[in-house]
């Protein structure tokens, strides 16, 4: 279920950007899929719009979590997501903000629907935060790379923030 299915603004904003779709192509019929397409491009505007919105250090929080989201090799958690942070603010030539601040970012960019992220129970252990979604991904780092502070490092590779 979206936005669109549960607030009237939303849902004529989808029947806006529906009907926008086949006229494009010139034609008068809205089919099923131009309903899809409007719903995927209405979420990646919205993605953008929260995005640009965002601090400095949420921006940064969030290409973290990007980053080690794609990583195959480490776990989606929050000591991950930290040690990738404090690497692209080295980088950046950023502030560090503490771990504690930085999970809270992270409730916040889950908050904001920029990414999904359930608590992961180790048992004696402790719990931990793991990423398991990121909305619009390819749209988001595109946004994020676009982004003055970001742009300086957007052309070194992932890998290199990584342990």
Same mark, same amino acid.
């Given at each position: 279920m979206t936005f669109s299915d549960c607030e009237p603004r939303g849902a004529i904003d989808l029947l806006r950007v529906s009907g926008e779709l086949p006229e494009e192509r010139q034609s008068n019929i809205i089919e099923e899929e131009d309903v899809?397409? @409007?719903?995927?491009? *209405?979420?990646?505007e919205r993605v953008n719009q929260v995005i640009q919105s965002l601090p400095k250090q949420s921006k940064i929080t969030l290409l973290a979590c990007i980053y080690v989201f794609d990583n195959v090799h480490k776990e989606n958690t929050t000591? #991950? /997501? $930290?040690? %990738? $942070?404090?690497? *692209? +603010?080295? @980088?950046?030539? @950023?502030?560090?903000?503490?771990?504690?601040?930085? %999970?809270?970012l992270i409730n916040e960019l889950d908050l904001l629907g920029l990414i999904s992220?359930? /608590?992961?129970?180790?048992?004696?252990?402790?719990?931990?935060?793991?990423?398991?979604?990121?909305?619009?991904?390819?749209? @988001?780092?595109?946004?994020? +790379?676009?982004? $003055?502070?970001?742009?300086?490092?957007?052309?070194?590779?992932?890998? #290199?923030?990584?342990?």
């Open positions: 899809r397409n @409007a719903n995927k491009k *209405i979420e990646i000591a #991950n /997501v $930290y040690n %990738v $942070y404090m690497k *692209i +603010c080295t @980088a950046l030539d @950023a502030d560090l903000l503490t771990w504690r601040r930085i %999970v809270d992220v359930i /608590v992961k129970h180790g048992g004696r252990y402790g719990r931990q935060k793991q990423i398991i979604g990121i909305s619009a991904k390819e749209q @988001a780092l595109k946004t994020l +790379c676009n982004d $003055y502070n970001i742009k300086l490092i957007s052309e070194i590779s992932p890998s #290199n923030f990584f342990v």
